[in-house]
């Protein structure tokens, strides 16, 4: 019963993880109708920001600020302006195929510039675990839920209980609508990329001291995060929440009872099956095509 | 008088080609993990045989003759580095040094006999050099050899009697597994849970809660660099108090790097570390520092090394052949105080296995310590 709640409270800190970087595609989805195929490498990107910014002699929360900035200012505006706003009025398929460009060409550039290889992020959380009644918790697992958990309810407040928000989430229903009430369309289009930029880097900061810092590394986060917004329903920020949790302790479940070999597959497993009998998500709902 | 004038014009032509023809480079390739779950053993290889090559070429090259050497990305993926294998036998490569990955070896090899071109590998699968090629030369032990030490240590230091091992599911780490459980057997020590985890893999959290749950006396840990280092932090994290031990790749200066203070403690048997007591390792430590601000691990060595016995038996034969080079291999015994950049005295057998002395480190304070000295197997 220990092995088992231990599990699922790892496999929860995990999936928030993931949930944080599923948000972002959801976010995006729904205000802007994209989908961002270089989302790993929005998480990888920060890690290296803060590896810089550590390197330069700052310490780790001033670190992550900066990256904040930077983030939301490249990842954020910079990416809607050069990337988004040219393509978008040519559908869905271009701007998916260039996210894919821009996932390979920061892959290239940050392997060229910072070797192929790996580098370590110390973890914001202190080491050791806590014991309770023979359930051993480590806090950085402690520090990871409860940070993500922050997050997310701060998020679901913000998008719920302010005017801005609420704007933000009447242009994601319907934008000509949002337009006619006299909402800013641009303006919290704009807001949502800069949220999922810094949304990327609080996974980063939480994913890089287990993932270690690496070019490549924005490959299994970024797939795993697009798996669990199919999982939880890409039109649902919930969603997004549900199937990062669901594939964070699924995998631990099935590492630990079956073979560590197999956790990579529960992901992957979990997709299909909802593709083959809820396309729409778990928490999604079904969506008509415009005509 | 005409005549004349023709033989010295001839006698002119052979006289100003002949240096050209001395001075031609010895085409060296280097096929290497630049990228991939095998970039950090791949990076440090190639920085190793490159540095070698500068020191070479700045003292006089061999035989006179200035060494090219390129190396190329096998993404750490054995198809690739067969590709790139036909491709260094097309560009007329005298030696090809690489792949380190034992996966991918397996698979290049193929080319580099069929072409009769020798070909030194990082790889330590028993595998390798089990299959008859004459033309295949290791830099490192092979996990025959290895094994059967690490299984010694564990049970005549740490007294124990049921081991855990946890081992990457690739060739070179299915190759590890398969040794340490028979040399464990045969040393009268039991096997407790056998948990294999992918090459790549990013979350070791369930792996250890399986260490952790089967309550072995130790930890083998057998998986790549990356791999070892998420292991250890995982370990650390989790709370794992027992001894945990490797080979090779568990103390190794990236994995120390990386696995930061959860690296304190961990034990593993090493062929080559630059922490060796010795004054060819210490200088090779001191110039890879200068030349490229990181330390090496044991992959940098075994490229640096590798390159230093190409020269050697290459001057030993007198010219640059590479049937007669790898004739030559076989038998030989190479010492450092004929050619300092082998760094320990090594001897090659007739299946292209290497024999020299090797370490039992332990990492403290985040520095990897030499503990103990073991004596060449042939010294016994």
């Given at each position: 019963?220990?092995?088992?709640?231990?599990?699922?409270?790892?496999?929860?800190?995990?999936?928030?993880?993931?949930?944080?970087?599923?948000?972002?595609?959801?976010?995006?989805?729904?205000?802007?109708?994209?989908?961002?195929?270089?989302?790993?490498?929005?998480?990888?990107?920060?890690?290296?920001?803060?590896?810089?910014?550590?390197?330069?002699?700052?310490?780790?929360?001033?670190?992550?600020?900066?990256?904040?900035?930077?983030?939301?200012?490249?990842?954020?505006?910079?990416?809607?302006?050069?990337?988004?706003?040219?393509?978008?009025?040519?559908?869905?398929?271009?701007?998916?195929?260039?996210?894919?460009?821009?996932?390979?060409?920061?892959?290239?550039?940050?392997?060229?510039g910072y070797s192929a290889e790996a580098h370590p992020l110390a973890s914001p959380f202190p080491s050791g675990q806590l014991s309770l009644a023979g359930v051993t918790v480590s806090y950085a697992d402690i520090g990871t839920l409860v940070l993500a958990g922050v997050i997310v309810v701060a998020l679901q407040a913000f998008l719920n209980k302010t005017v801005t928000g609420r704007a933000m989430q009447a242009v994601a229903q319907n934008t000509d609508s949002a337009r006619v009430l006299g909402i800013n369309v641009r303006r919290m289009v704009m807001y949502v990329f800069v949220i999922n930029a810094v949304l990327a880097v609080v996974a980063a900061l939480l994913i890089t001291p287990t993932y270690l810092a690496k070019f490549d590394m924005g490959d299994s986060i970024g797939q795993k995060a697009f798996f669990a917004a199919i999982i939880g329903g890409f039109n649902q920020t919930r969603g997004a929440l549900l199937g990062g949790v669901l594939i964070g302790v699924l995998e631990n479940l099935v590492g630990f009872y079956v073979s560590p070999a197999y956790k990579e597959g529960v992901a992957l497993l979990l997709f299909l099956l909802v593709i083959l009998f809820r396309p729409e998500g778990l928490l999604g709902k079904a969506e008509e095509r415009k005509v | 008088m005409k005549r004349f004038t023709r033989i010295c014009a001839a006698l002119a032509v052979a006289l100003a080609m002949t240096p050209v023809v001395a001075q031609q480079p010895i085409k060296i390739v280097g096929l290497v993990e630049l990228s991939g779950t095998g970039a950090t053993s791949g990076t440090n290889f190639d920085n190793g045989v490159k540095l070698a090559v500068k020191e070479i070429n700045a003292a006089g090259g061999i035989l006179g003759r200035q060494v090219q050497y390129t190396s190329s990305d096998t993404q750490s993926n054995p198809g690739v580095a067969k590709a790139l294998a036909q491709k260094a036998v097309d560009d007329g490569a005298y030696v090809v040094m690489g792949p380190v990955f034992s996966g991918s070896i397996l698979v290049s090899m193929a080319e580099t006999q069929r072409a009769e071109v020798p070909n030194f590998t990082g790889g330590e699968a028993a595998a390798i050099t089990e299959k008859g090629n004459p033309y295949i030369f290791r830099t490192s032990f092979t996990q025959t050899t290895a094994m059967p030490k690490v299984a010694r240590y564990i049970k005549s230091d740490l007294k124990a009697r049921t081991v855990d091992v946890m081992w990457v599911n690739n060739d070179f780490g299915k190759g590890g597994r398969d040794m340490i459980i028979k040399s464990l057997e045969a040393e009268g020590i039991k096997v407790g849970a056998d948990i294999s985890t992918d090459p790549g893999q990013v979350d070791f959290s369930s792996a250890v809660l399986k260490a952790k749950q089967s309550n072995g006396d130790v930890l083998f840990v057998y998986t790549n660099e990356e791999e070892s280092a998420r292991a250890l932090r995982e370990l650390r994290k989790q709370g794992y108090a027992k001894p945990v031990v490797g080979e090779t790749v568990l103390t190794s200066q990236k994995v120390i790097e990386l696995a930061g203070d959860a690296a304190n403690g961990a034990v593993a048997h090493v062929g080559l570390t630059a922490d060796a007591p010795l004054p060819g390792i210490k200088k090779f430590d001191v110039d890879f520092q200068r030349e490229y601000k990181t330390r090496s691990d044991h992959n940098g060595l075994k490229g640096y090394s590798g390159m230093y016995v190409v020269k050697a038996v290459t001057e030993k034969i007198g010219k640059v052949d590479g049937k007669a080079f790898a004739a030559a291999m076989h038998g030989a015994k190479i010492l450092v105080k004929d050619t300092p950049g082998v760094l320990m005295d090594v001897s090659f057998d007739k299946n292209g296995d290497i024999d020299r002395e090797s370490f039992l480190t332990k990492v403290e304070n985040g520095k990897q310590v030499v503990v103990k000295t073991l004596p060449p197997l042939g010294a016994k």
């Open positions: 019963m220990a092995d088992l709640v231990q599990l699922l409270v790892s496999g929860i800190a995990t999936g928030a993880i993931y949930a944080l970087a599923a948000l972002g595609f959801t976010l995006l989805w729904q205000a802007a109708g994209v989908i961002n195929f270089a989302q790993g490498e929005f998480v990888m990107l920060p890690a290296f920001a803060m590896l810089f910014g550590i390197a330069f002699g700052l310490p780790m929360w001033l670190a992550f600020l900066v990256a904040c900035v930077l983030a939301a200012i490249v990842l954020g505006l910079g990416f809607k302006l050069v990337i988004v706003d040219p393509l978008i009025r040519h559908g869905v398929i271009p701007l998916v195929i260039a996210t894919l460009g821009v996932s390979i060409a920061v892959k290239s550039i940050v392997r060229a | -």
